[in-house]
């Protein structure tokens, strides 16, 4: 037997997080016929994720800003490393 996989909106899970906070997991489990284990995802991804949690779709978007500032950051570690590479090289022929 097979079972479909239910979708939910954001405003879903967050309004069975706030019954489950109210009630309890079990309980809000029971009443909105969830696994306990969904929760706990939900409760975790929205933990980890903020306001970015629940997107739609499954994952995370990331935004242009969120890619460039990230690809900033790798940048700036490389540089460091650069630096330090031609100070101590400098340093060898001293």
Known sequence: MTTNRRRHTREYKLDAL???DRVGTAEAARQ???NQNTFYRWRSELGRDGEHAFPGNGRHVETDLERALRENA???EELDILKK???ILERRRL
């Open 18 to 20: 706030r019954l489950a």
């Open 85 to 87: 590479a031609a100070l």
């Open 74 to 76: 790798r940048l700036k």
């Open 32 to 34: 909105l016929g969830i």
